[in-house]
C-alpha cells in the first residue's frame, strides 16, 4: 500500500528505515505458498495480529499501552515491556518447539521456546515479531 503521508509523517520522523526491517521480519516467507488466514490473539498487555500458514505462523505483537496517540500526541515514551507470556495455542502452530523472535526497532533477532502452546518474550518496547515454522528459524 501507499504511505499518504511519507512527507509529513516517514519523511519527517525519519522512518524509511521501516521498510528494511518490515522485509526482514518476513524474509523467506511466501505468501502465495502458505495460504495465510488472519488471527487476532489480544492477550492482556499484547494486541496480536497474526497470520497461520500451512507451514508458517507469525504474530507482529504491539504493546497495548503505545499507540501512535500515546507516543507522538501525548509525548508518553514507550515503556519496556517485559515477563510477558504469548500464549498461541488458539492459533495452531506446534505446541512445543522454538520460536523465532524479531525485534524491528533494535534489528536484533532471538529465539524463545514455545512449552504448551506458550512462548515467554523477550523484553521489548513498542512491537515484536513472532515466527513458529518452516520459514525462518523458528521450528
Do not use: M
Not at 64 to 91: H, K, M, Y
Not at 121 to 127: D, E, G, I, N, Y
Request: charged letters at 25%; one cysteine or more.
Amino acid at each position: 500500500g501507499q504511505c499518504w503521508h511519507w512527507d509529513k509523517y516517514v519523511e519527517a520522523r525519519n522512518l524509511w528505515f521501516q521498510f528494511g526491517r518490515f522485509a526482514e521480519a518476513v524474509k523467506g516467507i511466501d505468501p502465495a505458498a502458505e495460504g495465510f488466514e488472519p488471527v487476532r490473539l489480544d492477550q492482556g498487555r499484547l494486541r496480536v495480529y497474526g497470520l497461520k500458514g500451512k507451514t508458517t505462523f507469525i504474530a507482529w505483537c504491539r504493546d497495548t499501552r503505545n499507540t501512535w496517540e500515546t507516543e507522538l500526541a501525548q509525548g508518553q515514551p514507550p515503556q519496556i515491556v517485559s515477563g510477558v507470556t504469548l500464549d498461541v495455542r488458539e492459533a495452531g502452530p506446534p505446541a512445543a518447539g522454538e520460536a523465532a523472535v524479531y525485534d524491528p526497532w533494535a534489528d536484533v533477532h532471538s529465539t524463545a521456546a514455545v512449552k504448551d502452546g506458550r512462548i515467554e518474550l523477550p523484553p521489548f518496547v513498542r512491537s515484536v515479531v513472532v515466527r513458529i515454522g518452516q520459514a525462518g528459524t523458528g521450528s
